[in-house]
């Protein structure tokens, strides 16, 4: 019984890591073309929509990961069944239940990296892609510079650089014959070369050798003019924008909900512990849904545990949304998990029934 329940999950793990990858792959494609079509609209910095694109698929792995798991269970067993090998361990006194109880601790070990993933790393995925999207929502037009045109931002200012080089493999810019008019520090500044320059989320402009006039709009028209070697101007400072930041729930370390009295922070709370509890459930109802006959060329397994993990998933979200809302008490959040338990104990006890005639 050990050479078979080894050889159950050896197979199991190796289609589960293809089936990740390949969903993995698809994902981040499907996130690469939403955020490139963003990074158009809002101008965001190139090391911005790698982060972006990264952090939103660990976002997604919890569900990839209990999604995988399920296909890769009936990816395994249906070989065992198109091969014949399920008769063998059939007559070796193995059911369905049987099979769940050899596999069972690689489904706990995969659950709890789930878990880990769920109620830990993406809470903190989620905070990090909030702070992008900040800082890209705050952030002021006039940080990209337009070669020979005059450019005249909301803030008042007035940007003209004869010549702009962009950098190679990087959103910093080089400027020569350089014109900025600030008309609410009424403030006129001119400079031969400047610099912009984007350090940790921080943007700033470094002129050299140019002159400020000062106090334009006084009546006696007698401006000062300041000469500079080097002067530095911060365009944007991300932990100014930061300490503004509202976080969602989502986005709340495991804690925070447990002490928070807010209905959104309890559903969330709520919905990170299902999804654990959704991988064992979708798991053990897989290795039901896998059973096949081979001589039967039609094959729903796969069809039916998709539609399944999908349902069961949904009916978490509804649940969330109706304890957000007030509508329904908290403990509503464990009716999806007590209604697919009774599925998967229906399906067995019919199972039985049926072999025991």
């Known amino acids: 019984m050990s050479i078979i329940s080894k050889h159950y999950i050896n197979s199991i793990l190796i289609n589960f890591v293809g089936i990740l990858l390949i969903l993995s792959l698809i994902i981040f494609g499907n996130q690469f073309f939403l955020v490139i079509n963003r990074s158009f609209e809002s101008g965001m910095f190139s090391s911005e929509i790698f982060s972006l694109m990264f952090l939103k698929l660990i976002r997604d792995m919890p569900l990839l990961v209990s999604l995988s798991l399920c296909l890769g269970i009936i990816y395994t067993i249906n070989g065992f ?46 905070k990090l892609i909030e702070d992008i999207k900040s800082n890209i929502n705050s952030r002021p037009d006039y940080i990209f510079f337009k070669e020979g045109e005059f450019q005249n931002f909301q803030s008042g200012v007035t940007f003209f650089a004869n010549d702009v080089e962009n950098l190679e493999n990087s959103d910093n810019q080089i400027l020569n014959d350089i014109f900025i008019f600030s ?6 500044v001119f400079s031969q070369k400047g610099y912009k320059e984007i350090f940790d989320g921080d943007v700033f402009l470094r002129l050299n050798n140019g002159k400020i006039y000062e106090n334009l709009s006084v009546a006696e028209n007698n401006p000062a003019i300041i000469n500079f070697e080097e002067y530095r101007i911060s365009l944007f400072k991300k932990t100014d924008n930061l300490k503004n930041t509202v976080y969602k729930p989502q986005s709340k370390r495991i804690y925070e909900l447990f002490l928070s009295n807010d209905l959104e922070d309890i559903a969330e709370l709520f919905y990170r512990i299902s999804i654990p509890i959704l991988a064992v459930l979708a798991s053990i109802l897989s290795v039901y849904l896998s059973k096949h006959n081979p001589r039967n060329k039609r094959n729903f397994a796969f069809a039916l545990a998709f539609i399944s993990f999908i349902f069961y998933y949904y009916l978490i979200l509804v649940v969330k949304i109706y304890v957000e809302s007030s509508m329904v008490s908290p403990s509503f959040s464990l009716l999806p998990h007590i209604f697919f338990l009774l599925i998967i104990l229906i399906i067995n006890f019919l199972r039985n029934k049926f072999l025991l005639k």
Do not use: Q
């Open 183 to 188: 008309e609410v520090d009424d403030k006129l």
């Open 81 to 126: 069944h198109k091969r014949s090998e399920v008769i063998i361990v059939n007559f070796g006194g193995l059911n369905e239940f049987d099979l769940v109880k050899k596999i069972i601790s690689v489904i706990f070990i995969i659950t709890f990296l789930i878990a880990v993933l769920a109620i830990i790393i993406t809470p903190m995925s989620n």
